[in-house]
């Protein structure tokens, strides 16, 4: 009779300890470890004719159908929107959710990524784009695990998608104030990293639509500095970007008519900065936002902003799972057949009542009556 391999015969043959054996082949990567560690680990295994142990389940016990959601922030109402329409629809299917929230930390997004192969879930939603340094370990996962991204139209990804041109919404934006007569205006930001590229994009649409009216030079950008998205994110992040841009801005560009926040959460805060400064909207400046939240509905607020149908995105990324999980379980022929899904649907701008004509700037900052 043939000797057991055990996970001491592996670590010998390995070179590596036994507890690293462990974790590689049960895919517990607390520790993270070398792609040549976890290659040499499982190329002994193989050598050898490991047998990997049965795991006892309880007797009637029911897999869980679980679904996970990638989500780099939970404190904007956009991610919670997504999620909104995830989980109606995977509440309709009989899913859980298991959320990962990355807080757009690298080592936080390997992390819960390693930890798929251990959770096995029936299916993974990104709500935004992968970091491009894990988009292979995703492209490997979509391979055994449906995975549907929600993410901009403009990267080039080999995964289903819910895609969104992130540069259109831009120019609707510009679109609009131009079309008021806003001929200086300013554009307020987050971090314009290479990792949150959808941001440049909105920048970028902006910014070629004025140019297309041959306004180049007229937008001031103002964007946070890198290292707010190092800091975890707190529930008033983006709005004390909006608020904070906009006092700096005022001091030092009087003469512009217009402000507009890459979302509503950050127009939500240029909106109190101006209402301090005493600055009218929209009499003495154009607000606007992007995304459509709910706060933005409110009589209140009544701002000016993009809708682009996120609660739907999310449920579409799910039905996009529910499709392919179909489609495995159910092999034409006995072959699985290989589809790309990719939904889009076309921003729709809302006016409310923070966009107006421009006020001459000496007619501008007149007291506001209480």
């Not at 930390?105 to 709500?127: A, Q, S, V």
């Not at 936002?289 to 609660?311: P, Q, S, Y």
């Not at 799910?318 to 006995?334: A, E, V």
Request: proline share 4%; charged share 30%; net charge positive.
């Amino acid at each position: 009779m043939k000797k057991k391999v055990t996970s001491t015969d592996i670590a010998r043959a390995a070179g590596v300890s036994q507890s690293t054996v462990s974790m590689v082949l049960n895919k517990k990567y607390n520790v993270s470890f070398s792609k040549k560690t976890i290659e040499k680990v499982e190329a002994a295994a193989k050598e050898l004719g490991y047998i990997p142990p049965k795991r006892k389940t309880r007797k009637g016990a029911k897999k869980e159908k679980l679904l996970v959601v990638f989500c780099s922030n939970l404190t904007n109402p956009y991610y919670v929107m997504l999620l909104q329409g995830i989980e109606m629809r995977a509440k309709e299917q009989g899913f859980g959710l298991f959320v990962c929230n990355t807080q757009r930390d690298l080592k936080m997004e390997e992390r819960y990524l390693k930890m798929m192969w251990e959770l096995r879930p029936l299916g993974i939603i990104y709500t935004c784009n992968p970091s491009r340094c894990f988009m292979e370990l995703v492209r490997d996962l979509a391979q055994r695990i449906p995975v549907a991204v929600i993410n901009n139209q403009n990267e080039k990804m080999d995964v289903d998608a819910v895609e969104l041109d992130n540069s259109k919404l831009g120019r609707i934006m510009a679109a609009h104030l131009l079309e008021l007569g806003h001929q200086k205006a300013a554009y307020i930001a987050p971090p314009l990293t290479a990792r949150q590229k959808q941001r440049s994009k909105r920048v970028e649409g902006f910014l070629k639509e004025y140019e297309k009216a041959g306004l180049n030079g007229n937008v001031i950008i103002k964007a946070a500095k890198e290292e707010i998205d190092l800091n975890v994110a707190h529930i008033d992040s983006e709005y004390k970007i909006g608020y904070d841009l906009t006092k700096e801005l005022l001091k030092e560009e009087p003469d512009i008519t217009a402000i507009a926040g890459l979302n509503d959460m950050i127009a939500f805060g240029i909106l109190d900065a101006l209402h301090e400064a005493r600055i009218r909207v929209p009499a003495d400046m154009s607000v606007m936002g992007c995304d459509n939240t709910l706060f933005a509905r409110m009589h209140k607020v009544d701002l000016t902003t993009i809708e682009h149908f996120v609660v739907f995105k999310g449920r579409d990324a799910c039905d996009i799972i529910m499709k392919k999980i179909s489609t495995h379980q159910s092999p034409y022929s006995g072959i699985t057949p290989i589809s790309t899904y990719h939904v889009e649907y076309e921003p729709k701008l809302i006016i409310r009542g923070t966009t107006s004509y421009p006020r001459e700037p000496s007619k501008r900052g007149k007291k506001i009556k209480n």
